[in-house]
T-cell receptor, first 117, second 114 residues
Framework: EAGVAQSPRYKIIEKRQSVAFWCNPISGHATLYWYQQILGQGPKLLIQFQNNGVVDDSQLPKDRFSAERLKGVDSTLKIQPAKLEDSAVYLC???????????????FGPGTRLTVL | GNSVTQMEGPVTLSEEAFLTINCTYTATGYPSLFWYVQYPGEGLQLLLKATKADDKGSNKGFEATYRKETTSFHLEKGSVQVSDSAVYFCALSDAVQGAQKLVFGQGTRLTINP
């Protein structure tokens, strides 16, 4: 079974530029997550989709970050304009999307390492 | 809000030593608890999980028991190998709230020397 795919694996940009990341979840997984992992810290959820609807984007800096999940499958995360503090690994994860009250295991992609100069 | 606290690293051990990485949590409701591992250059992988009090998760010789009375989920392994060198993350997920956001600890870097 193929895992969560992400691209690119690495990206270097200058501040104020824009950048986009792509994620393809595991086939059949209804729920998709984007996390930001700053060096030396644990991942922090940015946004969660259930099919193509947003479930939680409370920690997404909406003035510069945007995300979409077209047709409930692939997703893109965009930063415009980028700041130095956006340097991090951006992780995509997916899960089956189980009913409330059941544990829904998340599977992670390899991540995209972003460096903002 | 929900939070996870892990013992600070880095942790360095010799091969075949006993490993404990402490993890405590603060949560409302009844969270599920997880240990994820991140090997060098790779993404996060689920190592083990426990979904209710007194459950024991185990995988690859690692174990962790969900202790509600002490709000802990410590990771243990009886005899570590060089290949266990990685960063370990403790996390919780509160399934009751529907949106199953994972809340992670800060991670513990483990190095095993031959």
């Amino acid at each position: 079974e193929a895992g969560v795919a992400q691209s690119p694996r690495y990206k270097i940009i200058e501040k104020r530029q824009s950048v986009a990341f792509w994620c393809n979840p595991i086939s059949g997984h209804a729920t998709l997550y984007w996390y930001q992992q700053i060096l030396g810290q644990g991942p922090k959820l940015l946004i969660q989709f259930q099919n193509n609807g947003v479930v939680d984007d409370s920690q997404l800096p909406k003035d510069r970050f945007s995300a979409e999940r077209l047709k409930g499958v692939d997703s893109t995360l965009k930063i415009q304009p980028a700041k130095l503090e956006d340097s991090a690994v951006y992780l995509c994860a997916s899960s089956l999307g189980l009913q409330r009250g059941l544990t829904d295991t998340q599977y992670f992609g390899p991540g995209t390492r972003l460096t903002v100069l | 809000g929900n939070s996870v606290t892990q013992m600070e690293g880095p942790v360095t051990l010799s091969e075949e030593a006993f490993l404990t990485i402490n993890c405590t949590y603060t949560a409302t409701g009844y969270p599920s608890l997880f240990w994820y591992v991140q090997y060098p250059g790779e993404g996060l992988q689920l190592l083990l999980k426990a979904t209710k009090a007194d459950d024991k998760g185990s995988n690859k010789g690692f174990e962790a028991t969900y202790r509600k009375e002490t709000t802990s989920f410590h990771l243990e392994k009886g005899s570590v190998q060089v290949s266990d060198s990685a960063v370990y993350f403790c996390a919780l997920s509160d399934a009751v709230q529907g949106a199953q956001k994972l809340v992670f600890g800060q991670g513990t870097r483990l190095t095993i020397n031959p």
